[in-house]
């Protein structure tokens, strides 16, 4: 009995563990035939079958900007056990220069400024551009949030604390690159007199 256990083989319904019982090193893993036929079916289960692979590009030919287009394949890359079909679309697609100038990527700016009731200079999206590049930013979506992300990293938005204020002393005037001037406020009587009271405590 002894002799058989020190043999170094121990076999497992799920597969077998092969090492020495006193030394050897550490033992070693071998899946079963039973889990390497289940691991192949699982794959053969997440494989894009013909229909699939001829509906996401023709769902791909749909979107006009090629950013689009690229974040919609991307979606689908982890997806399937045999993703090349997509990898093949993206590597023609990044081929291809963003034209920031059209497919609404001036207007997406444009939208960001006027929630904020700005306009935006024209040297603004030049700079936009030029770190969209730089950057490889290629969806209108991301250059979208890019630009927000600035505006708010340059005080340019206006926060909840920010509106309550303003609620109460009036709008916050901004500098001349439109940065807010926080805790200044336009000068009107009225609301001097409120403030005056509110810091006397006579209202």
Request: proline share 6%; hydrophobic share 35%; no cysteine.
């Amino acid at each position: 009995m002894l002799p058989a256990l020190l043999g170094g083989l121990a076999v497992g319904a799920g597969g077998q563990l092969i090492g020495g019982a006193l030394g050897g090193g550490a033992p070693t893993y071998e899946p079963s035939k039973t889990m390497e036929d289940l691991s192949e079916y699982g794959r053969n289960q997440l494989r894009a079958t013909k229909p699939q692979k001829q509906a996401i590009r023709a769902e791909a030919k749909t979107y006009s900007s090629p950013g689009a287009k690229e974040a919609f394949l991307q979606s689908y890359l982890d997806r399937f056990s045999n993703p090349e079909f997509i990898q093949k679309q993206l590597k023609r697609s990044y081929k291809k220069p963003i034209d920031y100038q059209t497919g609404g990527y001036r207007e997406l700016a444009s939208r960001a400024y006027e929630l904020q009731g700005l306009e935006m200079p024209e040297q603004d999206f030049e700079r936009y551009m030029n770190i969209a590049k730089a950057t490889n930013v290629r969806s209108p979506e991301a250059f979208s949030d890019f630009v927000r992300q600035d505006l708010i990293a340059s005080d340019k938005v206006k926060t909840p604390f920010d509106i309550a204020w303003e609620q109460q002393y009036g709008t916050m005037p901004r500098d001349a690159q439109g940065n807010l001037m926080r805790g200044l406020f336009a000068y009107n009587p009225d609301t001097v007199k409120r403030l005056t009271a509110s810091m006397l405590g006579t209202t």
